[in-house]
């Protein structure tokens, strides 16, 4: 019973989160993207161009985005099947209908202001940081990336690369369709990113990792495994110049423990030696798997 309600708790969570990470990407597509006709590649910028293609029908490029997201999960069934993530199909789906639902709920027929450098900021903040979500969780919002995972399942080609070079055509096209300063801005955007994606996921992926050097380790070895619930290694250690011998502890932990192991272990032991790295990338039980 606890278990199954561990697994509630978790199921809930999790698609807590990626709600959040979907909202954050839809203010920031249709409040700064869409007006600014920004295409930085993907499924919303093939619908701003599609919604230069055909001006002042129904098909805005919100409802491009719908249409084109919809067909991709189609495709996404018959290519992939049961790989196919529900997770994508909800994410896919939340984007589109909250992209159709702000339209109807707030028509922008300009810009919010007459700075587009920042615009384009949040034009690219805001997604890059729902993506990140999303890529944390291992999810997406399909568009493009559907089109990645059915290039990984049947070639052998390096699917980042493909989705760069489309995402780049699709970019170059703004220079044609809306002009140099909408283009150069959209080659900009899709730079930046780029760049955010990955520096937002290593945020998330962030950890602490201690090497102490102390006379008192008991104490602190508790604190570890019992009031952060973390693991530790121990290792004997002899000091080059005095001799003495000592205990080292190894452990990884998230930022908001490593600062209260770091309150306690001074409070404990004012004299311990430690060195404190931040690394993105911890393999092994209780953070990435092999």
Same mark, same amino acid.
């Given at each position: 019973?606890?278990?199954?309600?561990?697994?509630?708790?978790?199921?809930?969570?999790?698609?807590?989160?990626?709600?959040?990470?979907?909202?954050?990407?839809?203010?920031?597509?249709?409040?700064?993207?869409?007006?600014?006709?920004?295409?930085?590649?993907?499924?919303?910028?093939?619908?701003?161009?599609?919604?230069?293609?055909?001006?002042? %029908? *129904? /098909?805005?490029?919100? @409802?491009?985005? =719908?249409?084109?997201?919809? #067909?991709? +999960?189609?495709?996404?069934?018959?290519?992939?099947?049961?790989?196919?993530?529900?997770?994508?199909?909800?994410?896919?789906?939340?984007? %589109? *209908? /909250?992209?159709?639902? @702000?339209?109807? =709920?707030?028509?922008?027929? #300009?810009? +919010?202001?007459?700075?587009?450098?920042?615009?384009?900021?949040?034009?690219?903040?805001?997604?890059?940081?729902?993506?990140?979500?999303?890529?944390? /969780?291992?999810?997406?919002?399909?568009?493009?990336?559907?089109?990645?995972?059915?290039?990984?399942?049947?070639?052998?080609?390096?699917?980042?690369?493909?989705?760069?070079?489309?995402?780049?055509?699709?970019?170059?096209?703004?220079? /044609?369709?809306?002009?140099?300063?909408?283009?150069?801005?959209?080659?900009?955007?899709?730079?930046?990113?780029?760049?955010?994606?990955?520096?937002?996921?290593?945020?998330?992926?962030?950890?602490?990792?201690?090497?102490?050097?102390?006379?008192?380790?008991?104490?602190?070895?508790?604190?570890?495994?019992?009031?952060?619930?973390?693991?530790?290694?121990?290792?004997?250690?002899?000091?080059?110049?005095?001799?003495?011998?000592?205990?080292?502890?190894?452990?990884?932990?998230?930022?908001?423990?490593?600062?209260?192991?770091?309150?306690?272990?001074?409070?404990?032991?004012?004299?311990?030696?430690?060195?404190?790295?931040?690394?993105?990338?911890?393999?092994?039980?209780?953070?990435?798997?092999?």
């Amino acid at each position: 019973m606890q278990q199954n309600g561990s697994k509630s708790v978790e199921f809930f969570t999790r698609y807590l989160f990626l709600t959040l990470g979907i909202v954050v990407m839809a203010i920031g597509v249709y409040f700064f993207k869409f007006p600014n006709n920004f295409s930085t590649g993907g499924v919303s910028g093939i619908s701003i161009i599609l919604g230069r293609l055909f001006p002042g %029908s *129904f /098909l805005s490029p919100s @409802m491009f985005v =719908l249409i084109i997201n919809t #067909a991709l +999960l189609v495709v996404g069934f018959i290519f992939i099947g049961r790989e196919f993530a529900f997770s994508t199909v909800y994410c896919s789906m939340l984007l %589109s *209908f /909250l992209l159709t639902g @702000m339209e109807r =709920l707030w028509p922008m027929n #300009a810009t +919010l202001t007459d700075q587009p450098m920042l615009e384009l900021i949040f034009a690219v903040l805001l997604p890059a940081f729902g993506s990140a979500v999303l890529f944390n /969780l291992d999810a997406s919002s399909g568009g493009t990336d559907i089109i990645a995972m059915i290039i990984r399942k049947y070639t052998s080609l390096n699917t980042g690369t493909a989705l760069m070079a489309a995402d780049a055509l699709i970019t170059l096209a703004a220079l /044609l369709f809306f002009g140099p300063k909408t283009g150069l801005y959209s080659i900009l955007g899709l730079l930046m990113k780029s760049v955010l994606v990955d520096y937002v996921m290593d945020s998330f992926r962030q950890k602490k990792c201690f090497q102490i050097i102390t006379s008192v380790p008991d104490p602190i070895l508790d604190y570890i495994i019992n009031t952060l619930h973390r693991g530790a290694t121990i290792e004997e250690v002899e000091g080059a110049y005095s001799h003495s011998r000592k205990t080292m502890i190894i452990a990884v932990l998230n930022r908001s423990q490593s600062l209260l192991l770091r309150k306690y272990i001074h409070s404990i032991d004012p004299h311990a030696f430690m060195v404190i790295t931040t690394s993105t990338e911890i393999v092994g039980k209780g953070f990435l798997s092999l």
